[in-house]
């Protein structure tokens, strides 16, 4: 029997959620075969000298909306020029569409585009006439399923009859409830009294979405899953003040995750004033206090995953502020931008760090230890990564359709250098070498999870 390897990393710092080792990695048939140190490099068939630099284990973006200017090809494309390796897609289902439909759709362009691995959320803008096919979902590898609090002029509104009987559901079938979690009604109020009339203007927006807002949606939303004794994640949390719920809950052992994302990491709200629509975002990009809450957070595990909200969305910067779209272009810099912000201002470790961009996404989605470590038997997803290359974000060196990014003239130190998914070369000398195609549909089983204050 050959016990030859096919690749084989030498001399780098790997980094797992456990610690950082000073090892070799092997790869044999796409896995992980040996982690050890001081492996004969005539062993592999190739050796990637990783000296002074770190391995991680491929970044994974739980948080991805391939439906507006950037397509799954795309997403996986930009994401992969960025270090990660495995992405969530969100399968929206709009008023009047089959939400079976739509994954089944999106399903299919993954598998026959996608250059990373991949899975899928369910996404319900009409809970009524869509809950019912959330068991047909199920059968597709499929067990989160995302309900938005906000958004009642749109029409996207999940009211609290509906929620409740989602999670109903899907704590009987053993699935989790993703909620955006902000007071819809109180919303559109305020956008009513703040953004319209001749003096409407950016500098209102984050009057119409204050932390208070989306604190009770968060309170309201963990009270609802205790009810029905369903997993809750809420996504790109922001507010300082809702973080106290999501801890008390955690303390009592409910199984309550939260995400939050590098906009609201490493940016503040004047960003909204200086940028106007290009950073309409929901929810808003806050304050000072609050983003050192959301690093908090994330040291202290009340925090369990960062990923992106990646949205870029065509804006009409001279049009009505309040009619243009929400979202922005974040695939690309999710790990410069955390390591930057977090490593190398001491905010976090290096191991919270792969912690929360590859550890705790895998464990929260079911897919650890196959993904989200760097381990024997683990898939072969690695980057490794130059702590030591200073890079400057600008919308001419990024690969998002949106042609410009929130963080233009912002330099960072710490870039990856090359990455793999199954051993095969992703991210290679600069270059995005992955096929479309080439990346696999990942089933999820959340109520797999062990995780809970990591």
């Not at 992405?87 to 089944?104: E, I, M, N, T, W």
């Not at 792969?354 to 464990?363: F, G, K, M, T, Y």
Request: charged share 25%; hydrophobic share 40%.
């Amino acid at each position: 029997m050959d016990q030859t390897f096919d690749l084989l990393f030498v001399d780098g710092n790997v980094v797992t959620g456990a610690g950082v080792r000073r090892v070799d990695v092997a790869v044999r048939g796409g896995v992980i075969a040996a982690v050890e140190a001081d492996i004969p490099r005539e062993q592999a068939h190739e050796v990637i000298d990783a000296s002074s630099k770190y391995l991680f284990p491929g970044i994974i973006d739980v948080h991805v909306h391939p439906v507006y200017l950037d397509s799954v090809e795309d997403c996986s494309r930009i994401a992969a020029y960025g270090g990660t390796t495995t992405l969530f897609h969100f399968a929206y289902a709009r008023p009047g569409d089959s939400l079976l439909q739509k994954v089944q759709e999106m399903r299919e362009d993954g598998l026959a585009n996608s250059r990373l691995d991949f899975g899928l959320h369910g996404g319900l803008f009409d809970a009524p006439k869509q809950i019912p096919e959330i068991p047909s979902v199920i059968e597709l590898g499929i067990k989160t399923f995302k309900f938005f609090m906000p958004y009642i002029k749109q029409g996207w509104y999940t009211d609290d009859y509906h929620l409740l009987k989602a999670m109903d559901m899907l704590s009987e079938l053993k699935c989790m409830a993703m909620v955006h979690c902000e007071n819809g009604g109180g919303i559109d109020f305020l956008e009513d009294k703040y953004l319209t009339g001749p003096d409407a203007s950016a500098k209102f927006f984050n009057a119409t979405r204050p932390a208070a807002l989306e604190e009770e949606a968060v309170f309201r939303a963990i009270r609802m899953a205790e009810v029905a004794n369903c997993p809750l994640y809420i996504v790109h949390m922001t507010a300082a003040r809702a973080l106290r719920h999501i801890r008390q809950a955690q303390q009592q052992g409910r199984p309550i995750y939260a995400e939050t994302c590098p906009q609201y990491l490493t940016l503040t709200q004047e960003i909204v004033e200086r940028l106007g629509a290009l950073a309409k975002i929901g929810p808003p990009i806050r304050s000072a206090d609050d983003r050192q809450a959301l690093w908090d957070a994330l040291a202290d595990g009340t925090i369990q995953v960062v990923s992106t909200d990646h949205a870029p969305k065509k804006k009409d910067l001279a049009g009505d502020f309040l009619d243009q779209p929400f979202g922005s272009p974040q695939i690309e810099t999710l790990l410069p931008l955390v390591y930057d912000g977090g490593v190398n201002r001491r905010r976090i470790s290096v191991v919270r760090l792969v912690q929360v961009l590859c550890e705790n996404p895998a464990r929260v989605f079911g897919l650890y230890p196959k993904k989200g470590t760097i381990a024997v038997g683990s898939d072969a997803d690695l980057v490794v990564f130059d702590p030591t290359r200073p890079f400057t974000i600008r919308a001419e060196n990024q690969h998002s359709n949106a042609k410009y990014t929130l963080y233009e003239g912002q330099a960072v130190l710490g870039w990856p250098e090359m990455s793999f998914q199954r051993g095969r070369r992703v991210l290679w000398e600069g270059e995005v070498v992955a096929l479309p195609g080439e990346g696999t549909f990942l089933p999820t089983n959340p109520a797999q999870t062990d995780l809970l204050m990591a």
